[in-house]
């Protein structure tokens, strides 16, 4: 039992390290986005794709991101096929979003609009998303049916210190 001399001191420290917790989680969520880019093929075209993997990356996304080269996108990985949400809070560009199945075949796209956090959901489970520029997959001719190079995704989830093997993904 604590009596009522050593809870305010208690208590104050506890509200202090509460506090410092919740400020490094704050900065970790301000992190600036991954800067690497892996050469990544989907139907005959390679992208330069950041590969956001966790949750805190998968959050973040594309926020405040100002421009993308043409070919440079960012792909995210989830653990298990779902049913998926994208939303553009604090997203500046027009993107088109593409999901894919875990064997790496594009299934979906969809227009996102800058700024709009109406979700833009997939119609069945899959377990990857592929932001691009808007217009990007019409314009390179990459449709539904298009293959995700599953083994460079792979290979690039190892350079990043992720394991591939619990996720499941499929190899071509």
């Not at 993308?68 to 298990?80: K, S």
């Amino acid at each position: 039992m604590v009596s009522a001399r050593h809870f305010l001191p208690l208590l104050t420290l506890s509200l202090a390290l509460f506090a410092a917790c919740n400020q490094d989680a704050k900065k970790s969520a301000a992190a600036q986005p991954i800067d690497k880019r892996f050469a990544i093929k989907i139907g005959e075209r390679t992208v330069q794709m950041r590969v956001a993997l966790g949750p805190a990356e998968m959050q973040r996304g594309l926020m405040f991101v100002k421009s993308m080269n043409p070919d440079e996108g960012m792909v995210f990985v989830f653990p298990r096929p779902q049913i998926m949400g994208f939303w553009m809070r604090n997203t500046e560009l027009p993107l088109d979003i593409g999901y894919i199945d875990p064997d790496g075949t594009l299934r979906e796209i969809y227009p996102m609009y800058p700024h709009d956090e109406t979700p833009v959901s997939s119609v069945a489970r899959r377990q990857i998303a592929l932001e691009m520029n808007r217009g990007w997959f019409a314009r390179t001719g990459v449709k539904p049916g298009a293959k995700l190079d599953m083994k460079a995704l792979q290979d690039a989830m190892r350079a990043r210190g992720f394991k591939p093997e619990p996720y499941e993904l499929k190899q071509q």
